[in-house]
């Protein structure tokens, strides 16, 4: 299942546990809003100066840290509001189920996108490894459609972005043109750099703020190599490329599905290393890959539309196969893919 088709990209939205934030309007206007970040920027402050001054144990400043994380999010709850009824009755503390889907559109292009759970989980081929995933996360049912990747170009385009590629339609499209009848083949020939900047058009085309910058502006140029690489990954409201542990967690998940060998960590259960991420049998078992994987023995040398095999327990498709995607995670001088 290695068959290096093409790179591309799979795009979701961070949300912290229980919240709407990434969909919801940003609304400064409330005075409890106002009241929240001018406290966190005060306790920030005061971190910083026991930082600078060694008046408090280490320990405990990190402790103050991750409660400023947690305060970031509960603002981000109070602007992002709550009252579409897909996010649930947030003020009663009613949070959307893992699983649940939620349709964004761009340019007239629709997309689905489904919310991950935060969870450790076992890695590696022979699951001896486990990392960990601290917030919930939106992360999109498909990898990108050509459809979507040209439309979000054409109004980026537009309005002050520069991209190194065109992207391609598939394995068998033309480059930079207007998607053809082939609407849901997945784009390709996308370097690292202009999917962090395609993400970054699709957040601002989107009304939501773009999540990579460097030296505090928006990186809107994938020629721009030091910007890129030196890429800072804002918190925020924007869509953005997945961890590898995101990626890798979103792979695995069977939820309170215990069959087909999986494997129990943190009252959750997980596919196995050895299998195509939705499989109900190892790699090896053709039937069960090729009921959710495009490979080598099923390909045709092709790539193929995206969400034609079956799902995994997550809701998402082709996550084994079809092609490569990329994440944020740093590998040497590039970055990890995943899937292929």
């Not at 005060?42 to 990190?62: K, N």
């Not at 918190?235 to 990626?247: A, I, K, M, Q």
């Amino acid at each position: 299942m290695r068959t290096r088709l093409a790179y591309l990209l799979i795009i979701f939205m961070l949300v912290s546990s229980g919240t709407a934030a990434a969909f919801g309007a940003w609304e400064n206007s409330d005075t409890s809003v106002e009241t929240l970040e001018n406290i966190i920027v005060r306790l920030e402050a005061d971190i910083q100066r026991a930082v600078d001054g060694s008046s408090a144990h280490p320990a405990f400043l990190a402790a103050l840290e991750d409660y400023v994380v947690e305060l970031y999010d509960l603002l981000s709850q109070l602007r992002a509001g709550g009252s579409d009824d897909a996010w649930g009755d947030w003020e009663s503390g009613t949070a959307p189920a893992i699983g649940s889907r939620v349709t964004h559109e761009a340019g007239g292009v629709t997309f689905n996108m489904r919310l991950a759970p935060a969870a450790e989980f076992p890695t590696g081929l022979d699951d001896s490894g486990s990392a960990a995933v601290d917030m919930p996360f939106w992360i999109a049912e498909t990898v990108v459609t050509y459809e979507l990747w040209y439309a979000v170009r054409q109004w980026a385009l537009r309005n002050g972005y520069t991209f190194a590629n065109e992207g391609k339609e598939g394995s068998h499209g033309d480059v930079g043109q207007a998607p053809s009848t082939s609407r849901r083949q997945p784009v390709t020939l996308a370097s690292w750099n202009d999917t962090i900047v395609w993400t970054n058009a699709l957040s601002e085309m989107s009304g939501y703020d773009p999540v990579y910058t460097y030296q505090g502006q928006v990186i809107r140029d994938a020629t721009n190599v030091r910007a890129c690489e030196n890429a800072v990954q804002e918190r925020g409201n924007g869509f953005r490329l997945p961890t590898s542990d995101e990626w890798e967690l979103a792979a695995r998940y069977q939820g309170n599905d215990g069959s087909h060998g999986a494997i129990s960590a943190d009252g959750l259960y997980w596919t196995p290393g050895t299998y195509a991420s939705g499989a109900t049998a190892r790699y090896n078992n053709s039937a069960a890959t090729q009921e959710v994987a495009w490979y080598s023995e099923n390909n045709q040398g092709s790539t193929h539309e995206v969400g034609l095999k079956l799902a995994n327990s997550l809701g998402l498709y082709d996550m084994s196969g079809n092609v490569w995607e990329w994440t944020f995670t740093p590998s040497n001088s590039s970055r990890v893919v995943r899937g292929g």
